[in-house]
């Protein structure tokens, strides 16, 4: 299973470019997932469906079933969040995840810069394999545009480790 992170700062286009890069290795006929780290307080429930009042009514775990998909929720009560090799023990038969967020995790990321930026994520964190800017960036970095879709696939499936 192949690991690539997407980074960047807020509003940097992180989620733009991980349903491009997803939807082309999907073309490709790769089995793809994806884990998206949230800052957030979040609910995938919506209030008056049977699976939030289950939840709702102290269910810990509710598994939510139908013959398209199935979601597990499990309530964390704000206990220890999940480590990203935990949620990867999760997954199951996929060839690539794309990870956004999990910045200071030690997988191979691929950076996204925003328009006239010069604060980049590569000089504070670790393993950033490429950029993706409109500019040219002073970095010994790979460095892709932001319409390069397929350049950026083939470098996640044939240069990064």
């Known amino acids: 299973m192949k690991i690539v992170g997407i980074v960047g700062w807020k509003n940097s286009g992180k989620t733009y470019f991980a349903s491009k890069i997803i939807n082309k290795l999907k073309t490709k006929n790769y089995k793809v997932a994806s884990i998206k780290h949230a800052h957030h307080e979040f609910d995938i429930d919506q209030r008056n469906t049977d699976s939030y009042i289950h939840r709702e009514a102290g269910s810990s775990q509710v598994i939510i079933s139908s013959s398209k998909r199935w979601v597990k929720i499990t309530e964390l009560n704000n206990s220890k969040e999940k480590s990203l090799n935990e949620l990867l023990n999760e997954l199951s038969e996929v060839d690539v995840v794309i990870v956004e967020g999990f910045k200071n995790d030690n997988h191979p ?12 994520l590569f000089n504070k964190i670790s393993n950033i394999k490429a950029v993706i800017s409109e500019e040219k960036i002073n970095t010994d970095l790979k460095q892709f545009k932001k319409n390069q879709i397929d350049n950026i696939v083939n470098f996640i499936l044939e240069d990064i480790k």
């Open 109 to 120: 990321k691929i950076e996204i810069i925003k328009k006239d930026s010069d604060d980049y």
